[in-house]
């Protein structure tokens, strides 16, 4: 499929999938949308793709909806996100390979909850996150409201979403808002250099990690522990645990090979 609004490209492993809006700071459009499920489910189909990495094109991440797209007409906001927004969030929940949000500018709106589906969230020290919604009368969506709270916690949570402030790179990372933040310069260097190592760990793994962890959030102890036992009984059938065992009792490194 020839894309007209984000670049797709696997290095060493990694899916890239680079949202190429600069002039609109990679807001959101509804070829957008198509494109990023048709990228989401490549990679996911894809046994050489074993880590996904989305990034913005220029100074943005994502700046969330392209409101001239739907600038004059009345919006069914409800239909709006179930037809567009709601089908890509769960699919990046489904896939069973990191995700990483490679946050290079500012991430704001539908972009700042794009970010907080993503299972790890590498920022460049010039990122900003910014729940603008409420700028314009409106609630956290995308996830938003289920992620953010999840993340920071609840009281932090709603004075973000109150009040649209700017979480600047270094107190996102102090938040948990990110998981590392990056010299500007090398940024996508260093975001890449992170998921090839990713890449290069036991994938079958990592997706059941995913799985519980996401599901263990809804989950009293009772039906995690009960999860984690037959989640592991699936990781302990898979050639990257044998491979694993075995360097460990030869005393080298493992080589995994995802599955």
């Not at 809006?21 to 074993?50: Q, W």
């Not at 990495?53 to 994502?62: D, L, R, S, T």
């Given at each position: 499929?020839?894309?007209?609004?984000?670049?797709?490209?696997?290095?060493?492993?990694?899916?890239?999938?680079?949202?190429?809006?600069?002039?609109?700071?990679?807001?959101?459009?509804?070829?957008?949308?198509?494109?990023?499920?048709?990228?989401?489910?490549?990679?996911?189909?894809?046994p050489d793709v074993r880590c996904l990495v989305i990034i913005g094109a220029g100074k943005a991440f994502n700046s969330g909806q392209d409101l001239s797209e739907v600038s004059g007409e009345k919006i069914d906001y409800g239909g709006f996100l179930r037809q567009r927004y709601n089908p890509l969030i769960e699919l990046m929940q489904s896939i069973e390979k990191p995700i990483i949000a490679?946050?290079?500018?500012?991430?704001?709106?539908?972009?700042?909850?794009?970010?907080?589906?993503?299972?790890?969230?590498?920022?460049?020290?010039?990122?900003?996150?910014?729940?603008?919604?409420?700028?314009?009368?409106?609630?956290?969506?995308?996830?938003?409201?289920?992620?953010?709270?999840?993340?920071?916690?609840?009281?932090?949570?709603?004075?973000?979403?109150?009040?649209?402030?700017?979480?600047?790179?270094?107190?996102?990372?102090?938040?948990?808002?990110?998981?590392?933040?990056?010299?500007?310069?090398?940024?996508?260097?260093?975001?890449?250099?992170?998921?090839?190592?990713?890449?290069?760990?036991?994938?079958?793994?990592?997706?059941?990690?995913?799985?519980?962890?996401?599901?263990?959030?809804?989950?009293?102890?009772?039906?995690?522990?009960?999860?984690?036992?037959?989640?592991?009984?699936?990781?302990?059938?898979?050639?990257?645990?044998?491979?694993?065992?075995?360097?460990?009792?030869?005393?080298?490194?493992?080589?995994?090979?995802?599955?």
């Amino acid at each position: 499929m020839a894309y007209e609004t984000i670049l797709y490209e696997v290095i060493d492993n990694v899916a890239k999938i680079t949202m190429n809006r600069p002039d609109r700071f990679n807001s959101f459009t509804l070829t957008m949308h198509k494109e990023m499920i048709h990228a989401l489910k490549t990679a996911n189909r894809d046994p050489d793709v074993r880590c996904l990495v989305i990034i913005g094109a220029g100074k943005a991440f994502n700046s969330g909806q392209d409101l001239s797209e739907v600038s004059g007409e009345k919006i069914d906001y409800g239909g709006f996100l179930r037809q567009r927004y709601n089908p890509l969030i769960e699919l990046m929940q489904s896939i069973e390979k990191p995700i990483i949000a490679a946050v290079n500018g500012v991430a704001a709106g539908a972009g700042m909850s794009l970010a907080l589906a993503c299972d790890l969230r590498l920022v460049s020290e010039k990122a900003t996150f910014i729940d603008v919604f409420i700028n314009i009368g409106l609630i956290p969506d995308s996830g938003g409201c289920y992620f953010l709270p999840r993340i920071v916690g609840i009281g932090k949570a709603l004075e973000l979403a109150m009040t649209g402030d700017r979480v600047k790179a270094d107190e996102a990372l102090r938040l948990g808002l990110a998981n590392q933040v990056f010299p500007a310069e090398t940024f996508e260097k260093d975001v890449m250099a992170y998921a090839t190592r990713l890449a290069k760990m036991p994938t079958k793994g990592m997706g059941l990690i995913k799985r519980v962890m996401y599901k263990g959030l809804n989950m009293s102890l009772k039906e995690t522990l009960e999860y984690e036992a037959y989640a592991q009984d699936i990781a302990g059938s898979t050639n990257d645990h044998q491979e694993g065992m075995q360097a460990f009792l030869e005393k080298r490194s493992p080589v995994f090979r995802g599955n």
